[in-house]
C-alpha cells in the first residue's frame, strides 16, 4: 500500500540528486578539461606550468591565511593599559623644576620636568600596529584586489570580512588623527599645528588599497602600509614629545565636547548604512554584502571602544567636573557589549523574521545606543 509513495519519494531524490550532480559537473568541467590537456603535453610545456600553479596555489594559501587569522583581535584590549590606575590628565606636569640636594662641592641641578602621556594616541598608535604590523592589511593586497576569478571579494561571502573589519578601525584612527590635529594638540588660535601629528593625519588620509604597482602608473609605488607605519612612529614620537613636556595636549571641555560630536557624527552614518541595508536587502544567510556592512561597524566600535576608554582617562578631571561619569561609564560598557556579537556567519533577514537572524539590525541597534549616550554627553559638556 505504502510502495507508490516510497517509490515517489525515491523518484524526487533521485532527481534532486541528479540534479546536483550535474551542477557539480558543469563546475569541475573546465579543470576536468584543463587537467586532461595538461596531461597530454610534453614537460617542456608542464614543468612551467606547474611551477606557475605552485606558486598561485602557495600566494592563495597565504592569502586565505591572512584573511582568517586575526593576531592580537581582543575585544578587552584597553584592560592592558590600566587606565584606572592614571592620575592626571593628559599634558599635565607631574614632575620638574626641584632642585636636587646637592653632595658637598657639587651644584645643585634641577630635576627634568615630565608630562603626562596621551593615553588616546597611545591607543591610536597601537591601532595601526594591530592593523599593519600584526597582520597583513588585506585591503592592499595583490589577491584581494584581483578578487576570485575576477569576481571582487566583497561579492561573496568569505575572505573580505577581516578587510571590512580593518577599514572600520582605520576609520576611527583618520577621525581621532583629525581631532589631534585641529583641536587636541593645541591651544587652538594661540599655537600652531604640531608638525608630528600633521604628518600622522597626512599619511592616515591614504587610499586603502594602493600595491607595489597599479593600473593607473608603471612606475613602484609605496603601499598602504607603509604610510600608515609612517603615521604610527609620527604618534607615538608627539606622545615622546608630550612626556618631556615639548608637545601640548589641550584637555579643555570645548575640545571633548568637539571630539563627541565628531564620534556621534561618524558612528551616525554608519548606522544610516547599515539601515539601508536591512531595510532594502533581506537576503539572510545569503546577502553577501551583509558581511562586509556588519564587520565595518565591528572593526569602527572596536576602536572607538579603545579610544574612547583613553579619552576617559585624559580628560578624566573635565568628566568628573562636570558630572558625567555614570554617563560614560555607561556607553564603554555599551561599546564593549556590542563587541560581544560575533556571529560566524552574517544574516541580514527580515526585522520581522522567525527563521533567518538579523544580524545588522542588532549591531545598528548597539551604535545607536551608543551614539545616544555620546549625544547626551555633549549635551550636559555644552550646559
Request: aromatic fraction near 14%; charged fraction near 20%.
Amino acid at each position: 500500500m505504502l510502495d507508490p509513495i516510497v517509490a515517489f519519494f525515491q523518484r524526487i531524490f533521485a532527481a534532486i540528486g541528479r540534479g546536483i550532480g550535474l551542477v557539480i559537473a558543469w563546475i569541475l568541467w573546465p579543470f576536468i578539461t584543463a587537467a586532461n590537456w595538461y596531461k597530454a603535453r610534453s614537460w617542456i610545456i608542464k614543468g612551467p606550468i606547474g611551477i606557475g600553479l605552485v606558486l598561485l596555489f602557495a600566494f592563495y594559501a597565504y592569502f586565505i591565511w591572512q584573511t582568517q587569522v586575526w593576531s592580537g583581535f581582543n575585544p578587552d584590549y584597553i584592560n592592558s593599559y590600566n587606565l584606572a590606575q592614571r592620575k592626571q590628565d593628559a599634558g599635565v606636569t607631574t614632575s620638574g623644576g626641584a632642585a636636587t640636594t646637592p653632595v658637598t662641592g657639587e651644584v645643585a641641578e634641577p630635576e627634568p620636568k615630565t608630562c603626562v602621556r596621551s593615553a588616546i594616541v597611545d591607543v591610536t598608535a597601537d591601532l595601526i600596529d594591530f592593523n599593519v604590523n600584526q597582520n597583513a592589511w588585506i585591503s592592499s593586497m595583490l589577491l584581494y584586489k584581483l578578487g576570485l576569478f575576477g569576481l571582487d571579494w566583497e561579492d561573496t561571502p568569505w575572505m573580505d570580512n577581516k578587510a571590512a573589519f580593518q577599514r572600520g578601525v582605520n576609520q576611527t584612527i583618520r577621525r581621532t588623527a583629525v581631532e589631534l590635529v585641529d583641536a587636541l594638540g593645541r591651544v587652538r588660535g594661540t599655537s600652531g599645528i604640531n608638525s608630528d601629528l600633521q604628518r600622522a593625519r597626512g599619511n592616515m588620509q591614504f587610499d586603502e588599497e594602493t600595491w607595489y604597482f597599479g593600473s593607473d602608473s608603471l612606475l613602484p609605488k609605496t603601499p598602504t602600509p607603509n604610510y600608515y607605519r609612517t603615521a604610527m612612529a609620527d604618534l607615538r614620537k608627539f606622545n615622546t614629545a608630550l612626556e618631556s613636556c615639548e608637545a601640548i595636549f589641550d584637555g579643555r571641555s570645548d575640545n571633548l565636547i568637539e571630539f563627541l560630536d565628531r564620534i556621534s557624527n561618524d558612528i551616525g552614518s554608519t548606522s544610516a548604512i547599515i539601515r539601508e541595508r536591512s531595510e532594502f536587502h533581506n537576503g539572510g544567510w545569503f546577502d553577501t554584502r551583509a558581511d562586509d556592512r556588519f564587520w565595518f561597524a565591528y572593526g569602527q566600535l572596536y576602536g572607538y571602544y579603545g579610544i574612547l576608554s583613553a579619552a576617559g582617562a585624559d580628560f578624566d578631571a573635565v568628566i568628573k567636573a562636570r558630572g558625567i561619569e555614570p554617563l560614560w561609564t555607561e556607553s564603554i560598557k555599551q561599546l564593549r557589549s556590542a563587541l560581544k556579537i560575533q556571529p560566524a556567519i552574517i544574516s541580514n533577514g527580515r526585522e520581522d523574521g522567525w527563521i533567518m537572524p538579523t544580524h545588522l539590525a542588532t549591531m545598528g541597534f548597539y551604535i545607536l545606543r551608543v551614539r545616544s549616550n555620546l549625544v547626551e554627553m555633549r549635551d550636559v559638556l555644552a550646559r
